[in-house]
């Protein structure tokens, strides 16, 4: 629970998830709960395919030292589940050994039995610029390995994409940058690009709303009032800026022939 990539637009500070994302705990007995519901699972023949990385990411460097995401990855090999892993890190290539076997040998579920691959791989991003990354997300690895990685894992046959998520209001959601997104990451070999726009949540210091309102006030004063007027007190953009965002990078993904789903 938690992430040390301390992300200043997480939406876990201050949620039921973690109060921050520069602290977290590591559930210790993970694996034995995974093999556990697998086997029952798999003894019931009932498919599925399972997430990595929805509220805490699966690869943050403690994992150099845990290895439990690797142990829980050879547990979903063990009972033949799929996979679909979300992450900012290129650690996810110490595991190739395991994704391959995994690849070959998980079972689809029967609504997608379309997919390409058994394993899916969504890298998330908020920029592709190295030093603005440095200050929005800190602790992450860069955008550059993380398209590094993309490509490798890509060109070993994975169906691989990127969550463009989220894009910074104000700061990099014009048409410009959206299609410099796209272009960067097709040339990396992304099958598809989800977008998402921001979430802001609490209100105490360590909320996302407050570190992010920080962040831009020390680095992009200029559009400051225009960030809060987006927001006001709510927790999403207002539904126009969404649609808007949504439809403008819909048109410029069909213009560059991207999909914005992973199916
Ligand atoms: S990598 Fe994801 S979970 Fe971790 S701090 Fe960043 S947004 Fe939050």
Redesign the pocket.
């Known amino acids: 629970m938690g992430?040390s990539?301390?992300?200043v637009y997480?939406y876990?500070n201050g949620s039921k998830y973690a109060k921050k994302?520069n602290s977290y705990y590591v559930k210790s007995n993970a694996c034995d709960l995974v093999y556990n519901k697998l086997k029952k699972l798999s003894r019931n023949h009932e498919r599925a395919f399972l997430n990595l990385g929805s509220?805490?990411?699966p690869y943050m460097e403690i994992e150099k030292e845990l290895e439990l995401t690797r142990e829980i990855l050879k547990i979903f090999l063990r009972f033949k589940y799929p996979v679909h892993i979300i992450t900012?890190s290129d650690l996810i290539l110490r595991d190739m050994d395991i994704l391959k076997k995994l690849n070959d040998a998980a079972v689809l579920p029967d609504d997608l039995k379309n997919l390409k691959s058994r394993v899916c791989v969504t890298f998330?991003f908020s920029t592709v610029d190295d030093d603005l990354a440095s200050l929005v997300?800190p602790n992450?690895p860069s955008p550059s390995q993380r398209l590094k990685a993309m490509n490798i894992l890509a060109n070993e046959g994975f169906h691989v994409g990127a969550a463009l998520m989220p894009i910074l209001p104000y700061i990099n959601d014009d048409s410009k940058n959206i299609e410099n997104f796209v272009r960067v990451f097709k040339k990396n070999n992304a099958g598809y690009l989800i977008p998402g726009a921001l979430s802001l949540f609490g209100s105490s210091e360590n909320s996302s709303r407050i570190k992010y309102y920080n962040f831009v006030k020390s680095n992009f004063p200029e559009v400051l009032d225009d960030v809060k007027d987006l927001f006001y007190n709510k927790e999403y953009p207002s539904n126009r800026y969404q649609n808007n965002l949504y439809r403008k990078t819909a048109a410029i993904c069909k213009k560059q022939g991207i999909k914005t789903t992973m199916l």
């Open positions: 992430c990539f301390d992300c997480c876990i994302t509220a805490s990411d900012k998330s997300e992450a």
